[in-house]
Every structure is written in structure tokens, then in C-alpha cells.
């Protein structure tokens, strides 16, 4: 593996994050507040450790990034952007501990939402934008924006694209890389100032609008009020929050065919087919559960605007679902495992990768009843290679896998087996709010370091889809073959 070539992206990537920093500077020094030092100082360690990355790996023997090598610069760019974008956290002191630093900002690129703040209003404007702009950042992916950027340093990164981006099968919307990378941030950029624009006028501060957008936009769910979205005691702004998390949760290759006007396309998608019945069915049951403890319009809102959160991974809430009924809290949580579509900015385990398992299974039985049969698994009418047929199911055992032993792990704890079991589902799936004390109302502070560390790293084995994130831990893979 060519080692000095991984080092030397990912301090292109530090040095990308360093310049980030500067929009929650400048918006701390617009409202003046004393988080300004720490934007300074990180920006300075960030931008430093960047350069001295990038220029002592000058002489990298390769421009080609192969598989390995794409795997390996996702993972530890991942790991490294967290490490030092938790620095304003802990450099301020408005969180006083690093390991909760780290928590929060790796849930904030990770786009889960999960928080370890109880009060969140008190923070400094700052590293409130910081917070929610960690999470639009994340959201379409840093490494998507650095694709764009790969021919102006003489690089190119298919592999790139694949171990970063979400979904089985990712794919070029424009025959170059850097123009599909583009064309993806020019669609994220105009849908989120879209969502500011809709926001403002339904009555909005500037500020709230922003960050509620790029927390949207990201399907991450980080409020900016201690009551999240329920804070603002607006149908209008919850409606149009809810209609732009299905709209983020949607593959964003369905707006370069409206662009393009490739009606048939959409229309015959089958991931979009899915995942509109899955919202539509999981809204009308919630809705009808939930019936006769508030008006139907209101149950109709809040049922929406929570399918909406989960089903997108965002995480937001409205209402303390919590006490809701068992039924409705069930669908809560297979919404988490579900996800949003590949190629979106939601997490889980994706619709296309559930509708290939249930083809899969279904194909299994047919071969049972007519043994001579050879029967196709067919997605928008073309037959799936059988590669990625089985890769689905390896994909789903690993993710089980994760969980379970994460949940093992985290109940040293003794919170409560619930507990437990849906802050790891939550952080898997990167959707934030679990049940019982993560629920909406609740927050993942009183868990110990240990257990903080473990969702973590569960956070962003959820974000880059379990593999990246493990082949870092896997010692034959940084050697040279």
C-alpha cells in the first residue's frame, strides 16, 4: 500500500477542515463571543498539521488511488477531521472533557445527531453554527467535495468514491469524477438554500434558518434549541422541515434526472417506489395508533414530521415519542435500521440494499419450488451482477455484528437494556435519539467514557458503511505488497 499517498490526502483533507473553520470564526466574531480564540487556535493546529502532512509526503510514488488505498484514505480522514474539529469544543471549555468533544463532533460529521449537551442554548453562536455546519459538511461528504478537487493536484479516485460514498452500487452522474463530485454539491447547495429561503418565511431568524438548514440538509437533526424542532411551536416550520428530510433522503442521482428531464427514469425507480410506500405505510399506521390521544391534525404533523426524522436519519423531534404507544415506537425503530435510499445523505442500511435482500429471499424459494429455475434478481429492470447480490447479505451480517457486540459492550453501563440497545441502533444507523433516556428529550451524557467511545466509533462505522472503518483496524492492510 502506498502509504505516503494516504498520508499526504489526508492532510489535503485537514487542511480543507482548517479552512472550514473560518465561517464559525467569522460568525463568532460577528456576535462577539469568547469561542473566537479557540476557532483561532484550531484552526492553526488543524491547518498545521495538514501542511506538514501534505508537504513531507511530497514524494508519493503513485497519482493512481487504488482500492485499498481509497479505503484507507476515507477511514483515517474520517478519524482525523473528528480528532481535531472536536477542538473548539474542548478549547473554549464549553465541553470540558475531550472524549465528549470528540463525541459531539463525530456525530456531527457522521451526520447522527446524538448529543451529550443538556443545555444547548447556552452555547456560544460559534460553535452552534460549527455544530450544524459539521453536520452539512458531513452529510454529502467532505471527500466528495475533495473528488471535485482531485484533478487540480494531478490525482483521480474512483476508489474514492466508492468506499465514500453510501448505498451498494455508487455511480457517475457525469462521465468525469470531478464533474459528478461537482454536480453533486451544486445540487446539495441549492436544495439547502432553498430550505433557508422557505424557512425564513415562515418566520425564521436568519441564524435558526441556517442552521436548521444545513442540519436538515445533512440529515443530521443537531437543534440548536434545547426542545429541537418542537421548540419553534411552528406547523409551517415543521411541514417544510419534514417535506426537506424525505427530499435529503432521497438518492440524489433523481435530481440530476429532473435536471436532465428524465421522467421515465424517476417514475420507474424502484428504490423510490419502496421508500415512498415504506413512509406512506409506517406515517397512516403511526397516525392511526397514536389517534386518540391528540387531533387528528396534529397526529397527522407529528406522525409525519417523526417518520420523516427517522426515516432520514436526522433525528429531530417535535414531540417526546417516548410515550407513544409500543406499536408506534416499534416502527420507530425498524425505521432505523431501514434508512434512507442509497446515494442520499441518510444513513441505515438503505433501502436498495433491503429490497435486494427480500429479492434475494425470494429468489431462494422459487429455486426451492423449481430447482431447475434460474431465476434474475432485477432492479429498474436490469439484472444485478451477482457481486453485489451477495454483498448485501455480508453487508447486513457485518452491521448486526456491530451492534450486537456494541450493545454487549455499553451495557457495562447498566442503563438499561433499552437503552442500550437503541442509542447503538441510533448511532449505527446515524439517526441520533434512541428510546427511554435517548429519546428526544433525553441525551447520551450520562454514558461513560468508554461507552461514549464505543457509539463513536459505532457512529462512524455507520456513516462510512462498516468497511472503511474496519479495514483501518486490520494490520496487514497498511502493508506494502
Known sequence: MNKLLVFRLAGFILLLEAAAMCLPLAVSLVY??????????SIGITGSVG??????????????????????????????????????????????????????????FSTTGATILREIETMPKGLLFWRSFTQWIGGMGVLILFMALLPTIGMRGQNLMKAESPGPSPGKLVPRLAGTAKRLYAIYTGMTAVM??????????????????????GTGGFAITNT???????????????????????NFTMYHLVLTKKWLSITSNTELKYFGAIVFAAVMLIWINIGSTVSYAEGFRHSLFQVASIMSSSGFSTTDYNTWPDFSRFILVAL?????????TGGGIKVSRIVILFKSLHREIKKIVHPRSVPIIRVDGKALEEQIIANVPLFFVAYIMVIALSTLLITWDNLGFTTSLTAVIACVGNTGPGLDLVGPMGNYAMFSPFSKIVLSVCMLIGRLEVFPILVLLVPTAWRRH
Open 32 to 41: 462577539q463571543q469568547y469561542d473566537y480564540l479557540a476557532f483561532l487556535m
Open 51 to 108: 501542511a506538514i502532512l501534505w508537504l513531507l509526503t511530497r514524494k508519493s510514488e503513485k497519482h493512481n488511488i487504488y482500492a485499498r488505498e481509497g479505503f484507507m484514505v476515507v477511514g483515517l480522514s474520517w478519524v482525523l477531521i473528528s480528532a481535531f474539529g472536536a477542538l473548539p469544543y474542548y478549547l473554549s471549555g464549553a465541553i470540558p472533557t475531550y472524549v465528549d468533544s470528540l463525541f459531539e463532533c463525530i456525530s456531527g
Open 196 to 217: 433557508v429561503v422557505a424557512l425564513l418565511l415562515a418566520g425564521q431568524p436568519f441564524f435558526d434558518a441556517l442552521c436548521n438548514a444545513f442540519a436538515t440538509a
Open 228 to 250: 429541537s424542532i418542537g421548540q419553534y411551536q411552528s406547523p409551517a416550520v415543521e411541514y417544510i422541515i419534514a417535506i426537506f428530510m424525505l427530499l435529503f433522503s432521497v
Open 336 to 344: 432505523m435500521f431501514v434508512g434512507a435510499c442509497g446515494g442520499s
